[in-house]
C-alpha cells in the first residue's frame, strides 16, 4: 500500500486463514497471509495448518469423493490468491498492539504495519512422541488425533482400534469410534479416568471398549500402516503387544498463541484467544480470531472456515466504521 500500512494482516494459513483472505480479498481489502514455515513439535508442523497431515478428508461439503488435506488447502490458498491476496512465507513472531496502526514482526525481523489484523494460526494435537507413531500419521498410516475426522474411514470400519487418553476429548474419540470398530481399546496411564461420570458411563458400559489400565504406549508397529501397539504397564513394567489397524491419540492440543503473550490480546487459563461474544472479536479493537485458536470445542475444518468468513466480515465492518475504505464494491456476504 502506498502508505505503507496494510489494510489487514492475516496470521496463519488454515481453513481459517484462507478463507478470511477470500472474504477479505474480494473485499477489496489486500489482505496479507502471513503463511508460517515448518517446524517441529515434536511432530510436524506445516503451513496450512492440521490438514496437511491428514491424508483423506471425507467430511468436507463440496467433496463427494473426498480430498486430500494438502490438496485442499492448496485449493483454498489457490482461491485466496485468485482474488489478490498477498502471501509471505514466515511466522509472526511479535505483535505490537499497543497503538495503532499496529505492529507485527515476523521471523526475518522484518514489521508489518496494520490497521487490523485476523490471527488463525490454530492449534496443534499433543503427540505421545514415538517415532513411528509421527511417521505413520504423516503418511496416512492409521495414526489420527481426530476420530471424528477419520474414525469413519474405511480402513477403520470393522477393525480394532485404540485410543490414548483419559479425558473427556478421549472417552468422546472412543465412543464415537465403537460405531464403526469391531473393538477399542482405551489406554491410560492411571487407574481411573479424568473424564466427567457421564462420559465414563457411556464408555465403560460399551461392550465394544476394553480398558488398558496404568499404561502408556512404548512403541508403535506397522511399516506401510500401524499393526500394533505395544504398552507398558507402569506399575508392573510388563509389556503387551495389541493388535489394532488404527491409533487415535486424544491427550489434548496446544493453541498456537506463544507469540500473542504480552501482546494484550486475552487469553484463557489453556492458551485459547478470548472472543467477546458469538463473533470474532477480541479483547482488542482491531484484532480479531478464527480458527481453532478459539476453538477447543469443535476443531473441525468447516467450523473454522466458517470462523474465518466471520472474522473478515467483521474486520471489513469495522475498518468501514473506521473510515479505512475498501477500494472495490465491498463484501459479498450473500451466495455470489
Given amino acids: 500500500m502506498a502508505s505503507g500500512i496494510e489494510k489487514v494482516v492475516i496470521v496463519g494459513s488454515g481453513p481459517a486463514g484462507w478463507t478470511a483472505a477470500i472474504y477479505a480479498a474480494r473485499a477489496s481489502l489486500q489482505p496479507v497471509v502471513y503463511v508460517g514455515v515448518p517446524a517441529t513439535n515434536p511432530a510436524p508442523v506445516l503451513p496450512g ?27 483454498f ?23 495503532r496502526p499496529f505492529t507485527l514482526t515476523d521471523s526475518e525481523g522484518r ?61 468422546e474419540e472412543a465412543s464415537y469410534l465403537t460405531k464403526f470398530a469391531s473393538k477399542v481399546y482405551v489406554i491410560h496411564r492411571r487407574d481411573s479416568l479424568r473424564a466427567s461420570k457421564s462420559m465414563q458411563e ?70 485459547y484467544v478470548m472472543l467477546r461474544s458469538r463473533g470474532s472479536q477480541t479483547n482488542l479493537e482491531g484484532v480479531f480470531a478464527a480458527g481453532d485458536l478459539a476453538d477447543q470445542v469443535y476443531r473441525q475444518a468447516i467450523t473454522a472456515a466458517g470462523m474465518g468468513c466471520q472474522a473478515a466480515i467483521d474486520c471489513e465492518r469495522w475498518l468501514a466504521g473506521q473510515g479505512v475504505h475498501c477500494a472495490g464494491p465491498g463484501l459479498h456476504i450473500g451466495p455470489s
Fill in 49 to 75: 495448518g492440521q490438514l496437511m497431515l491428514t491424508t483423506e478428508v471425507e467430511n468436507y461439503p463440496g467433496f463427494p469423493h473426498g480430498v486430500t488435506g494438502p490438496e485442499m488447502m492448496a485449493k
Fill in 111 to 171: 514489521t508489518v504495519k496494520a490497521h487490523s489484523v485476523i490471527l488463525s494460526t490454530g492449534a496443534t494435537a499433543n503427540w505421545l512422541g514415538l517415532p513411528n507413531e509421527l511417521r505413520l500419521a504423516q503418511t496416512g498410516g492409521g495414526v489420527s488425533a481426530c476420530a471424528v475426522c477419520d474414525g469413519a474411514l474405511p480402513a477403520f470400519r470393522n477393525q480394532p482400534l485404540a485410543v490414548v487418553g483419559g479425558g473427556d476429548t478421549a472417552m
Fill in 202 to 271: 457411556r464408555v465403560l458400559g460399551n461392550p465394544k471398549v476394553e480398558m488398558v489400565w496404568d499404561s502408556a504406549v512404548e512403541d508403535v508397529v506397522g511399516q506401510a500402516t500401524i499393526e500394533a501397539v505395544v504398552t507398558k504397564n507402569l506399575k508392573t513394567g510388563a509389556t503387551r503387544r495389541i493388535d489394532v489397524r488404527g491409533l487415535f491419540i486424544a491427550i489434548g492440543h496446544s493453541p498456537a498463541t506463544k507469540f500473542l503473550q504480552g501482546s494484550g490480546i486475552e487469553l484463557d487459563e489453556k492458551g
Fill in 77 to 99: 490458498r489457490e482461491q485466496a490468491e485468485r482474488f489478490g491476496t498477498r502471501v509471505v512465507d514466515a511466522n509472526i513472531d511479535r505483535c505490537d498492539f499497543g497503538r
